[in-house]
C-alpha cells in the first residue's frame, strides 16, 4: 500500500469509527434537544460569515483561475442572501415536525402479541455530492432532524466553503452538547477514497449520490451500502385529444421555461395526433419566443418547420437546457408506452378533459410522480409540504421521489407480549 | 471472452430481455387475473408431481453421492406431503389481499394539486437462493400477487427439482393466458452468471439474496442492483433484574430450542446479575435436559458449572445448532449495550416485570424485532399475519424485519391538478 493509499485508509478508518457512536447518540436525543442542537447550529454558522465568505472567495477565486463556467461560478457562490436563506432553512428544518417514534401501524400478531411499527432513524447516511456547497448544510440538517449521523462528501471546487460551513455547524453542535460526528466532511478529496468509504457497510447504513451520471455511476459502481439514487429526470408532457389547449400551451412552457436546468423539467413533449394541427403552431410562436430550441420527429415539423429533426438520442436525453424534443403520437396507448420507452420514469403528465383517459395514463406510467393537468415542476419536497428534501429518488424501493426527513427514517417493530412462546 | 462466457452473458441477457416486459404486464393485471394465475400454477403443479418427484429424486441421488449431510439432503427432499403444503400454501397466497393500488397517503400539496401515494409494484426481482426447492414456489407466488416479475436462481443441489417446479410454474402461467416471463429460472448453474446480472441495474431493481453468509457478501460485493439482505440472526433474550424468572425459563428454552436452525431463534443470553443466582442453575439443568451446549462468560460459570468458557467470537456466532452463549450483565444499561454491540440487530427481547426498563429496552435496542415477555421466535412473516413472507430483511432501508407482500411493493404519486404552474 502506497503512503498516499494509507492516509486514506487511516482517514476512511476514522470517519467510520466516529460515525457509529454518533449514530446512537443522536437517535436517542429527544426532539427538543435535536431542535436545539439544529438551531445552535445555525447560531454558530451565523456568528462564522466571515470566515465562510472568506472561505467561499477562495473557491470562487480557484474556478476563475480553473475556467469553469458561469454557471458553475454562481452555483458555487455562497455570499450575502444566500447564506441568509441557508441560515433561514436550516432554522426552519428545526421547526419541522419529528418523524422519529411515529407509529405508523399497529397490529395484534401471533397469540395477541401487539405489535406496533414506529419510524426509527437508518443510522449512518453518506452524502456525496457535486459543486453547490449549501448542499453540505441541507444534508446535515436534514439528516440531524431525522436522528442520523452523516459523512458527507462534497466537490473539490467548494472545498474551502464546504470545510468552513461544516466547522461552523459542529461547533454549533459542540455547544448544544451533541457529539459533533454527528456530522463529519470528508477531508482528503482524492476520489479514490469513494470506493474505500462505500466498501464499508459494516459503518454505513445508505448512500445518497447526488449530482451528474458520471458521479452516480461511479458510486453505484463501488458501493456495497444501500444507494439511493438521485439520477437524471427524462420527464414529459402528453397532450391529449382532449386536451384544454390554452392550458397545455401555459403548462408546456412553465415545465420547459421556469428552471431548464433541474431534474423536474420536461424534455419530451408528446401531442396527440388529433390536436397536432391546432397546437403545434402556437406552440412553436410560443417556445421561440420563450428561446427554447426544439428537437421534432416527422410529424411533428411539418407543423413547427423551425425545429430540427430529432434524432433517437434526443428521446432519451436529459437537456436541462432550453431545448424540447417534440413528438406526435397517434393516441393514449402510443403516448403512455413512448413515455415508458423513452422517459426516466422520473415526472410525468398528461393535460386532458377526459377522465378516464388521465386515470389511465396516472394508473399505467409507471413514474416516481405522474401529473394530471399540472405541470411536472411540482415534484420537490418543498412542494409536497415536506419542508425540505434531501432530493428526489430515481430508487424504486423505500423512498421513491422527493425524499424528505421521513425518508431518512426506517422502522422497527415493538412487540410486547406477556409470556408467549412459539408452538 | 470465451465460449462459456459468451453462453452466460447470452443467457443474461435474455433472462432481461424477457424480464421487463412481463414485468409491465404482471404490474397491469387486474388483481383477480393475478389470483387466477395463482391457482392455475398451484394446478399445473399438483399435475406435475409426478414429473417433479422423479426430477427431486435425482437431486436427492446426486446428493448421496456427493456426500452431502443428513439435515441439507432433508431440506431437499420435496415428495408428498411437502409437495402437498407447497401446493396449498400456493392456493393461500391468492388469497392474500391485493397489496397493489393501496392508498398509502393523501395530501393536499402545493396550490392545490391532489396528490395521493399508492402502493405499486418494485418491478424485476432477482431472488438468488440456497437448497430448499420449495422456495422457488415461495419467491414466484409473492413476486407475482405483489404484480413483479422475478428471476430466480437456487442452488446447484436442486437444480432439477427447481427446473422441474418453474417449469410447472410457467405452464400454470400460460394456461391462465399470463406471460410465462413473469416467473424465470436461471438455467445455467456457473456461479459466474451472478456478477453478469447483478451488473444489469438497467434490468432489475431489487435482488433478494437468501442463503449463507458467504452467498450474501458474494452478492452484495458484486451487484449494482439494490439488494436486501437476508442475512444472519445473533438474536439474544435479557433476564432483567425483575423478570418472572418461570416465564424467563420456558422463554430461553422457547427461543433457543423450538427450532435452533432459523435465524429468529437466540444465540445469547444476558442475565442480570441480581437474578443470576436464583434462575442459572436452574436454567443450567433445563439446559442440559434439551441438550444445548452452554458457552459462558466468568460469572455465569459460577452457577452453571458444566459450561464451556466462552470467548470473544461466541457472542457474534450464529450457532444454528443447539449451543447458546450465556453472559451475566451488571444492569439494564449493559444488557442494552451487550446487545447492541454483540448481536446482528434481527430479533432481541427483555423479560421484566418492570414496564419501564421494557420501554427503555424497545426504545434503545435497535433491532428489527424487539420482544417485551415474549419468544424472538415470532420474527416471522406468518406469524405476524402477513400469510406469507419472502423471509427477514436485516436492511435497514425500505423493508425491515418479516418481509410479505407488501414489502415487495413501492409507491408512486399521482397528483390530480387543474392547470397548476409552478411559481
Known amino acids: 500500500m502506497s503512503t498516499a493509499e494509507k492516509i486514506l485508509q487511516r482517514h476512511v478508518e476514522s470517519l467510520c469509527t466516529n460515525a457509529r457512536p454518533a449514530a446512537r447518540t443522536v437517535a436517542l436525543l429527544p426532539d427538543a434537544k435535536r431542535r436545539a442542537a439544529l438551531k445552535a447550529a445555525a447560531t454558530a454558522i451565523a456568528a462564522a460569515r466571515s470566515a465562510i465568505e472568506k472561505a467561499n472567495a477562495l473557491d470562487l477565486a480557484q474556478a476563475e483561475r480553473d475556467g469553469l463556467s458561469a454557471a458553475m461560478i454562481d452555483r458555487l457562490r455562497l ?49 456525496i455530492f457535486e459543486s453547490r456547497p449549501n448542499v453540505t448544510i441541507d444534508a446535515a440538517s436534514l439528516c440531524l432532524r431525522a436522528g442520523n449521523a452523516c459523512i458527507l462528501r462534497g466537490g473539490k471546487e467548494a472545498v474551502h466553503s464546504n470545510r468552513a460551513l461544516a466547522t461552523a455547524f459542529r461547533a454549533g453542535l459542540k455547544k448544544a452538547g451533541v457529539n459533533p460526528d454527528v456530522v463529519q466532511l470528508v477531508q482528503e478529496q482524492d476520489r479514490a477514497l469513494i470506493p474505500l468509504l462505500l466498501s464499508r457497510d459494516d459503518a454505513l447504513d445508505l448512500v445518497i449520490p447526488r449530482g451528474g451520471e458520471a458521479l452516480i455511476k461511479a458510486v453505484v459502481a463501488c458501493s456495497k451500502v444501500p444507494v439511493i439514487k438521485h439520477d437524471k429526470g427524462v420527464c414529459s408532457l402528453y397532450i391529449h385529444a382532449k386536451a384544454d389547449l390554452r392550458m397545455a400551451l401555459s403548462l408546456v412552457i412553465n415545465a420547459k421555461c421556469q428552471r431548464p436546468g433541474v431534474c423536474n423539467a420536461i424534455e419530451n413533449l408528446w401531442v396527440d395526433q388529433t390536436v397536432a394541427k391546432s397546437f403545434l403552431p402556437a406552440l412553436s410562436k410560443a417556445l421561440q419566443k420563450a428561446n427554447v430550441e426544439v ?10 418547420p423551425n425545429a430540427i429533426r430529432a434524432t ?22 402510443d403516448a403512455i408506452l413512448k413515455t415508458e420507452t423513452f422517459g426516466s420514469h422520473h415526472s410525468d403528465g398528461i393535460i386532458t378533459r377526459d377522465v378516464k383517459a388521465a386515470e389511465r395514463y396516472l394508473a399505467e406510467v409507471d413514474s416516481a410522480c405522474v401529473y394530471h393537468n399540472a405541470s411536472t415542476r411540482f415534484t420537490d419536497g418543498g412542494q409536497f409540504g415536506f419542508g ?30 406477556k409470556g408467549q412462546a412459539r408452538e
Do not use: F
Open 79 to 127: 455570499g450575502g442572501k444566500r447564506l441568509d436563506s441557508l441560515i433561514a432553512d436550516l432554522r426552519q428544518v428545526a421547526t419541522l415536525p419529528d418523524p422519529v417514534g411515529q407509529v405508523l401501524e399497529k397490529r395484534t400478531i401471533a397469540q395477541g402479541i401487539k405489535a406496533e411499527k414506529i419510524s426509527v432513524p437508518i443510522g449512518v447516511v453518506a452524502i
Open 295 to 304: 428537437r421534432a420527429d416527422g410529424r411533428a415539423r411539418l407543423m413547427m
Open 312 to 333: 433517437v438520442e434526443d428521446w432519451t436525453t436529459e437537456y436541462l437546457s432550453l431545448t424540447l424534443a417534440v413528438g406526435v403520437v397517434d393516441n393514449l396507448d
Open 388 to 417: 425540505a428534501e434531501v432530493g428526489i429518488s430515481t430508487n424504486r424501493v423505500h423512498a421513491r421521489g422527493p425524499m424528505g426527513i421521513r425518508e431518512l427514517c426506517t422502522y422497527k417493530w415493538l412487540c410486547r407480549g
